[in-house]
């Protein structure tokens, strides 16, 4: 059974770099994409990027070149790093698994989430 | 960026009854239409993907349809359990955007 299991801080300070793995169990990270999502208090989803496992990414323009997502196949775990956060970046974080070919992209396995606030 | 606009944005119910979740996108997207619920506290749940695709283990009150840029969730004989938010994505270009949602909840 494929686990996907987010870390990181709960609290970062304004204009410091929220940093966030993603750990994952069950199968290899070998293969696949793998995505980050968030949901801001009180709002929807949004997609924040993806990666492909030789490290091919592709991110939301709306992060405006702040998110880096990166993979450690020797780790089985992929990270996300977002730059100068404000308060609007407080949410709860979400990895997913991505699959191709029939699925097209759709995301068949979610962490739990861990809830991040940006606050000094 | 494809924007993806989903309605309604609440939608009030009853046990047994029939309900349906429209997403209409600003260009085609094909069949790259993907359906989810999301419950507090938990992680999303994939439903429906490629637009029609039901997800293995998802019961069978649910489907979905549409093609391009018109698609639909249908809900038959709601269950307790299916009171939620609903969100379509689509994943026909970068970004992959989501709908605004769709919070069902109990009449």
């Known amino acids: 059974q494929v686990q996907l299991q987010e870390s990181g801080p709960g609290l970062v300070k304004p204009s410091e770099t929220l940093s966030l793995t993603c750990t994952v169990s069950?199968?290899?990270?070998?293969?696949?994409?793998w995505s980050w999502i968030r949901q801001p208090p009180g709002k929807g989803l949004e997609w924040i990027g993806n990666?492909?496992?030789?490290?091919?990414?592709n991110y939301n323009p709306s992060f405006k070149g702040r998110v880096t997502i990166s993979v450690d196949m020797s780790k089985n775990q992929f990270s996300l790093n977002l730059s100068s956060v404000t308060a609007a970046d407080t949410a709860l974080y979400y990895c997913?698994?991505?699959?191709?070919?029939?699925?097209?992209?759709?995301?068949?396995?979610w962490g739990q989430g861990t809830s991040v606030t940006v606050s000094s | 960026d494809i924007q993806v606009t989903q309605s309604p944005s609440s939608l009030s119910a009853s046990i047994g009854d029939t309900v349906t979740i429209t997403c209409r996108a600003s260009q085609t997207l094909d069949r790259y239409l993907h359906w989810y619920q999301h419950k507090p506290g938990k992680a999303p749940h994939l439903l429906i993907y490629?637009?029609?695709t039901l997800q293995s283990g998802v019961p069978s009150r649910f489907s979905g349809s549409g093609f391009t840029t018109e698609f639909t969730l249908t809900i038959s004989s709601l269950q307790p359990e299916d009171f939620a938010t609903y969100y379509c994505?689509?994943?026909?270009?970068?970004?992959?955007?989501f709908g605004q949602g769709t919070k069902l909840e109990i009449k």
């Open positions: 490629t637009a029609t």
């Open positions: 997913a698994r991505v699959l191709v070919g029939s699925h097209c992209y759709a995301m068949d396995v």
């Open positions: 069950g199968a290899s990270i070998s293969g696949l994409y």
């Open positions: 994505q689509q994943t026909y270009s970068h970004p992959h955007t």
């Open positions: 990666v492909y496992y030789s490290g091919g990414t």
